[in-house]
């Protein structure tokens, strides 16, 4: 893309050494000016946070205004509740100290007459219970299996359905729990009624009966009813709710907007909890809605105005150069920004940013170019390292003169030898051949080696068959073999070699495994000599394992690598790894 006119010069001038004229400046005010005109110009911010300030303010101090309406309620309600539960503990208690039970009770260990224990006790309850309407039912329960079952019941309650089933249902159960009670209070609920119990002990000391009150669960827990918000008592494990009267099988757990309450009667732990419903200030003060209406109405035109200014001067001229930079990392080198800037500051980034891509398109190109030629001249200088062309010439007047003395073993050998220098010269320019070639020059080479080793020395081939036409490297594998042979069989006389090629996820993989050891020096010795810090002066006339990596690195760079380790015991693995050609 081309440069802008005034970008243009403003290039021009950049690269001339001369200072911007006034001409080649861009005329625009300044971004931060502009951006404190807007913030000056917008007091949106401090308006919304006067209002949300005002709005918390207003909603603290309505909750704290409803808790405290709450907790005036809920003490008059806690204060009611002690009240009647007091005095039904109190007449449970009334019982025992009054005596006359007990009394009752002695006359009729001395006479076992059961008519005249039911008739007194029956009595009793009349006159203590019969004109309060706080109870359902008081019963005497003895314990002693006596067939009699006192019972007063309230004026406002007929028939024989209450105590008969509380001889039934109720009374086994209470009895059974009361054993262990001694003079303790307890309290229980059926069919949401609360039945209060306590044992009466006789002159030693020990439980002979046991009062029970039944109270009218809705009529007792009546002033909940009157709190304006949902509530719940709970007492000793059981709730009364909206659902009546029941026991809490449930945990007790801290919820939100919960207000809790508790007190104690007689030792009994009385807890009232309130759920206010949520209110809205909205409804509470409806002035608020107009205010923050208005307050509306002016913000959102200076908040437009404000966007549309800011997304001007600051978020297009930003996406430009998110856009260049992204277009230059991947590969659009030289690119320049055609968008005219409305500020100084965007418009000197433009202009540097256009300089800058300019010089990174040319000293890449520059780059490149000298690269590829360092890479061919590094190719050709380390091929030139195995180039004796004189040693050819004079081998082919060798090879002569021993087929004319008909020595047929010294002439093979020389042919072979012949092979390898022929592919040392390379005088096609080749610097990658199909595998099918360099395996040939291994085996000039193994030939040769073969007459000095004979049968001591073992061959095994595992070449993948599908592979020889593929393009691999000039001498890439004869240098690992000939580094075998040199380094290990030769001193030990003989031994396997094991040539493999194969490929593997879109790589060439070829190697070279032969009988041998390698200590930590000599580990030490092949890193150091693999390793890409040594310099070409280091490199010996001979071809060899470094030869071999630095030709890896010229023609693969990174994805070319060659790895000599110890394979296993008595066994030396040397892979080469190169991507496959296409």
Partial sequence: MMLTR????????????????????????????????????CWVVPIVMIVVLAGLLLRVNSERNMKSLMETDAAYT????????????????????DGVVRAAYRSWQQDGDNAVLYRSVNSYLAQSFGRQGNYKAVFISFWNGLDIYPYVMSSGISGYSLPRGYHRNQEPLILEDMATADTEIRLYCWDGDLYIARNLLDQRY??????????????LFAPLGELPAAASMTIDGLVFDDGGLRENTQEEERRTGVYRFEDQVSGHRLVLELEAAP???????????????????????????MILLFRKHVTRPVEALVDATDRLQNGERGYQIEAEARSR???????????????????FERSYLEQQALQQAKVKALQSQINPHFLNNTLEVINWEARLAGDERVS????????????????????????????????????????????????????????????????????????????????LRGGRLSLRAYREEGTVILECEHDGTMSEADLRSIEEMLSSAVRDTEISGQVGLRNVRQRLALLYGPAGSLEVCQAGEGRILARVTFPASG
């Fill in 78 to 97: 806690m204060q009611m509740l002690r009240s009647k539960l007091d005095t039904a503990f109190e007449d449970s208690k009334a019982v025992s100290y």
């Fill in 6 to 41: 005034r970008d243009d010069l403003s290039a021009s001038a950049v690269k001339e050494g001369r200072p911007l004229k006034r001409k080649d400046r861009v005329s625009a005010v300044s971004l931060r000016s502009r951006l404190l005109m807007t913030i000056v110009n």
């Fill in 279 to 305: 209110k809205s200030m909205w409804e509470d003060m409806p002035w608020l809605r107009s205010a923050s209406l208005a307050v509306l109405l002016l913000v959102l035109p200076l908040l437009a105005l």
């Fill in 206 to 219: 020990k439980p002979y009966a046991s009062v029970v009150q039944i109270l009218d669960g809705p009529e």
């Fill in 345 to 363: 500051e965007f418009a000197r980034i433009y202009r540097h940013f256009n300089n800058m891509s300019l010089e990174l398109k040319n000293q």
């Fill in 412 to 491: 093979a050998m020389i042919e072979a030898l012949s092979v390898m220098l022929n592919a040392a010269l390379g005088r096609d320019g080749r610097s990658q051949i199909p595998l099918r070639e360099e395996l040939g020059y291994v085996d000039a080479y193994l030939y040769i080696i073969r007459e000095r080793l004979g049968e001591r020395l073992v061959i095994e081939r595992e070449i993948d068959q599908s592979m020889m036409d593929t393009m691999v490297p000039r001498l890439i594998l004869q240098p690992l073999v000939e580094n075998a042979v040199e380094h290990d069989l030769t001193a």
